[in-house]
């Protein structure tokens, strides 16, 4: 009886310190690695969510306010009564939860509120204490519903009208972003891209790029694509430019447009209000095939919104050469 106690505290002791799992096919041995605390780890109220927000939100003309869609029930400008239904048959009852989107071991925060119209943030954690915040809403005081899976997916439901009937999207981190869930990529054999802009209500850029892999790439600058704080003018800087696009760069772009299954997106998107800018994106693939997007407000998928700030990237991260 002394032997089989002395084993039990033994093997007490042992897995308290460290979980090791070890395969019967291979010798080596992975270890469970902790999660390192971080800023977010501290957060415990609607206060300290707060305050995290508008330390990380770059314009500081009007503060974040954490809201609970309880909280807007009774709100004078808004006096919704369907949103906190909607809510609470998600089982929403939170104005902030954490998870770990990445998968890095280090928790991340999503935190829902009002930042001008309603909005939800997500705050990601990164290592040696970096912090980035991340928009995840969309559309103008539109409502929607953030329900976390697995504590790294989140399902995404909006789109409600007086029926309440709701869309749902499943939205994961990649691409130092968030993005719609694709489980089943088709890899695509892609040989140009197009993109164009036109111009909206202000100093939106007007371009046309046209992308080829180790070929020459054509930047057409058309009006304000060299804007800076100082400087509103810059149509001495436009005109034509080439380049050799850097094969890193064309890589992303097509890992993205793979990932995002554009071959079955739709046609045409376009947002409920005016003076917005348009986008046409045409991808030439798979000996011959095209495919063309026109996209109003340019938020047609989480996927296109990130496509289209790395080719909004393009125009300045390359060497090019005026023509």
């Given at each position: ?11 007490l002791?042992s897995?308290?310190?460290k979980e090791?799992?070890a ?7 992975f ?7 971080t ?8 206060k ?21 869609y ?7 400008i ?5 949103p ?25 925060l999503?935190?829902?509120g009002e930042y ?5 943030y997500?705050?990601?954690s ?13 559309d103008?005081n ?7 899976k ?5 399902e995404?439901?909006?789109g409600?009208n ?11 981190y ?6 719609e ?17 036109s111009?909206?209500?202000g100093?939106c850029?007007?371009f046309?790029?046209?992308?080829l892999q180790?070929k020459?790439?054509e930047?057409?600058a058309?009006?304000?694509n ?22 890193e ?7 993205i ?12 998107y ?8 348009t986008a046409?994106?045409k991808?030439?693939?798979d ?11 340019l ?5 296109l919104s990130?496509?289209?700030?790395k080719?909004y990237?393009i125009?300045k ?5 005026k023509?």
């Amino acid at each position: 009886m002394r032997i089989l106690i002395i084993l039990f505290i033994f093997t007490l002791f042992s897995c308290g310190k460290k979980e090791k799992i070890a395969s019967k096919t291979n010798s080596k041995i992975f270890e469970f690695q902790p999660k390192i605390l971080t800023k977010i780890d501290s957060i415990q109220s609607e206060k300290d969510a707060e305050h995290l927000i508008n330390s990380l939100i770059k314009d500081k003309d009007r503060n974040f306010v954490v809201k609970k869609y309880s909280d807007y029930k009774n709100d004078v400008i808004y006096n919704y009564e369907i949103p906190q239904k909607i809510a609470d048959s998600l089982g929403i009852d939170k104005s902030f939860y954490k998870a770990d989107f990445d998968g890095n071991q280090l928790t991340d925060l999503l935190v829902i509120g009002e930042y001008y119209d309603f909005s939800i943030y997500v705050v990601m954690s990164f290592e040696n204490d970096l912090l980035e915040l991340k928009k995840l809403t969309q559309d103008y005081n539109a409502f929607v519903f953030p329900r976390l899976k697995n504590h790294s997916i989140i399902e995404l439901y909006g789109g409600f009208n007086n029926d309440e009937k709701l869309d749902k999207k499943l939205l994961t981190y990649k691409f130092n972003d968030f993005v719609e869930l694709n489980e089943n990529r088709i890899e695509h054999q892609i040989t140009q891209i197009e993109f164009e802009t036109s111009g909206c209500f202000g100093t939106c850029p007007v371009f046309k790029l046209t992308l080829l892999q180790n070929k020459k790439s054509e930047f057409k600058a058309l009006a304000y694509n060299f804007n800076d704080e100082l400087r509103i003018n810059s149509n001495d800087e436009e005109g034509n430019f080439l380049t050799i696009l850097r094969q890193e760069n064309w890589n992303e772009l097509i890992d993205i447009l793979n990932y995002i299954d554009f071959e079955n997106l739709e046609e045409n998107y376009a947002v409920n209000w005016t003076d917005d800018q348009t986008a046409i994106l045409k991808i030439h693939y798979d000996n011959g095939k095209i495919k063309e997007i026109r996209d109003y407000g340019l938020i047609g998928t989480y996927g296109l919104s990130i496509l289209y700030d790395k080719l909004y990237e393009i125009r300045k991260n390359q060497d090019w050469k005026k023509l």
